[in-house]
Every structure is written in C-alpha cells, then in structure tokens.
Nanobody
Framework: QVQLVESGGGLVQAGGSLRLSCAAS????????MGWYRQALGKQRELVAS???????NYADSVKGRFTISRDNAKNTVYLQMNSLKPEDTAVYYC????????WGQGTQVTVSS
C-alpha cells in the first residue's frame, strides 16, 4: 500500500494563496501519476490537477491559470500551488497516486472566505 501524507490546507481569504504538499511512501516502484482531487460540500469528488512521472500536467478548467501542480520525484512528493483563491475553491482536497492501483490521502480542508 502507498501512504499519502498531506499538508498545507487551511483558511485563507479570497485572492490569497496556499500550497498543498503530499508525500508518498510505502512503495519502491515508480509512481506514474500523482494528483489532486477535491470534494465540495454536497458535490461529487472532482479532479483538480494531475501530473505524470514525465511531467505532463492536466488541470480542471475551473483552476487553469490559477493553480500549478508540480512534483519532486526524488522526494516522492507532489505539490499544488493555489493562487487567486476563490470561495468556490472551498473543499476537501485529496492527494492521489496511481502505480497500477490507486491510493488516496486522508484529505485536507481548504476554506476560502469572502
């Protein structure tokens, strides 16, 4: 099993920034895909951003131009830099990785106040 430990969530005012971090442990194989999902109250979990081991990124339309995903393969860590945050970004954010199977982090709350 791959364990994912997240950090960086919290409360921020609209227009502010946060950086989420997720460190993976428990595997020695290369992690093909890492990413972030979020689930707002009363809504389905949705993909926010993902990044492959080769650096290919993908973003939800709602966060393009504001969020940036990156990874440090040596540290098995993925980051999500969130700028120009909006109240609509308020959600529980979940780290995800795929190595032939999927693993999820515990989730971290991001709250953006107006």
């Amino acid at each position: 099993q791959v364990q994912l430990v997240e950090s960086g969530g919290g409360l921020v005012q609209a227009g502010g920034s946060l950086r989420l971090s997720c460190a993976a442990s428990g595997t020695i194989v290369s992690i093909y895909l890492m990413g972030w999902y979020r689930q707002a109250l009363g809504k389905q979990r949705e993909l926010v951003a993902s990044i492959t081991s080769g650096g290919t990124t993908n973003y939800a339309d709602s966060v393009k131009g504001r969020f940036t995903i990156s990874r440090d393969n040596a540290k098995n860590t993925v980051y999500l830099q969130m700028n120009s945050l909006k109240p609509e970004d308020t959600a529980v954010y979940y780290c995800y990785c795929y190595v032939g199977f999927g693993s999820w982090g515990q989730g971290t709350q991001v709250t953006v106040s107006s």
